[in-house]
């Protein structure tokens, strides 16, 4: 089993910064990517980043692609987004993932394992 615990979510003005972060713990050594989706009111949950835990680039949803950097620290099983540039669309509830798939894209939803229990970002206008 993994917890993840997010915290960082809160209310901002458009064009303003929020930092999301998320604590993995438990058996976090078998962990193959993290990722950041987001659901808005009325919308389907979406993959805005995610990040491979040992190597490679990370993917960013076009959405957020030059804004919403994501980073991780191994040693302290966290992983990190840092929104940037927020507009009143960025508005959801975020959620931090894990992935114990080996070898997957990490593009959708199933190929994560565990799932935090969410954060709510408000941008108003």
């Known amino acids: 089993q993994v917890q993840l615990v997010e915290s960082g979510g809160g209310l901002v003005q458009a064009g303003g910064s929020l930092r999301l972060s998320c604590a993995a713990s438990?058996?976090?050594?078998?962990?193959?990517?993290m990722g950041w989706s987001r659901q808005a009111p009325g919308k389907e949950r979406e993959l805005v980043a995610n990040i491979l835990w040992n190597s490679g680039s990370p993917y960013y949803s076009d959405s957020v692609k030059g804004r919403f950097p994501i980073s991780r620290d191994n040693a302290k099983n966290t992983v990190s987004l840092q929104m940037n540039s927020l507009k009143p669309e960025d508005t959801a509830v975020y959620y931090c993932?894990?992935?114990?798939?080996?070898?997957?894209?990490?593009?959708?939803?199933?190929?994560?394992?565990?799932w935090g229990q969410g954060t709510q970002v408000a941008v108003s206008s």
């Open positions: 438990g058996r976090t050594f078998r962990t193959y990517a």
């Open positions: 993932a894990e992935s114990d798939l080996y070898n997957g894209t990490y593009l959708w939803q199933y190929e994560y394992d565990y």
